[in-house]
T-cell receptor
Framework: AQSVAQPEDQVNVAEGNPLTVKCTYSVSGNPYLFWYVQYPNRGLQFLLK??????LVKGSYGFEAEFNKSQTSFHLKKPSALVSDSALYFCAVRDSSWGKFQFGAGTQVVVTP | DAGVTQSPTHLIKTRGQQVTLRCSPI?????VSWYQQVLGQGPQFIFQ???????GRGNFPDRFSARQFPNYSSELNVNALLLGDSALYLC????????????FGPGTRLTVL
């Protein structure tokens, strides 16, 4: 069975500082990994994905994520956080083409001016 | 281009009633998935349909059913509503396989009294 863990319920960071949101996963095969962001009363917006290839993936709004197979992690990063990055972030994993998406519990990011 | 649309936006039902939620995917997308998101949790996978066939089912009771129409729109039906069915129901569309990211609609907020 596949699973996703986001160990931090909330991450607080000052504007301009680096932002990291952690995600670890467990799958039986090769993982397909995704990051989504959710603003209040909105659906989820896609940020980036890892399917294969380069371990560093670049996505929307200046976000990037690093796939680490040995540590089974896929942490989301942004070099310089903005107040507008304050939102709920979800990591998701899929273990096959037709496997279900498994979402983490989410991490609330709070960026203070 | 229009994104994923869902109707209705909000819905209030009483226990034991039945509800139908509707979703229209992005033009050209042939896969639709349904998720349940309870407040404070990540989305939980309910169903995936591709080319009008069920491709995946999550751990939900038989009270939950869905279908996909020839125009790729989809309906989610929930019978014999329980208080615990109160949640945000999200629809997501994608081109098809697990390699492709899913694009989410704004959701339908269901309240069961």
């Amino acid at each position: 069975a596949q699973s996703v863990a986001q160990p931090e319920d909330q991450v607080n960071v000052a504007e301009g500082n680096p932002l990291t949101v952690k995600c670890t996963y467990s799958v039986s095969g090769n993982p397909y990994l995704f990051w989504y962001v959710q603003y209040p009363n909105r659906g989820l917006q896609f940020l980036l994905k890892y399917i294969t290839g380069d371990n560093l993936v670049k996505g929307s709004y200046g976000f990037e994520a690093e796939f680490n197979k040995s540590q089974t992690s896929f942490h989301l990063k942004k070099p310089s956080a903005l107040v507008s990055d304050s939102a709920l972030y979800f990591c998701a994993v899929r273990d096959s083409s037709w496997g279900k998406f498994q979402f983490g519990a989410g991490t609330q990011v709070v960026v203070t001016p | 281009d229009a994104g994923v649309t869902q109707s209705p936006t909000h819905l209030i039902k009483t226990r034991g009633q039945q509800v139908t939620l509707r979703c229209s995917p992005i033009s050209g997308h042939k896969s639709v998935s349904w998720y349940q998101q309870v407040l404070g949790q990540g989305p939980q996978f309910i169903f995936q349909y591709y080319e009008k066939e069920e491709r995946g089912r999550g751990n939900f009771p038989d009270r939950f059913s869905a279908r996909q129409f020839p125009n790729y729109s989809s309906e989610l039906n929930v019978n014999a509503l329980l208080l615990g069915d109160s949640a945000l129901y999200l629809c997501a569309s994608s081109l098809g396989t697990g390699f492709n990211e899913q694009f989410f609609g704004p959701g339908t907020r269901l309240t069961v009294l």
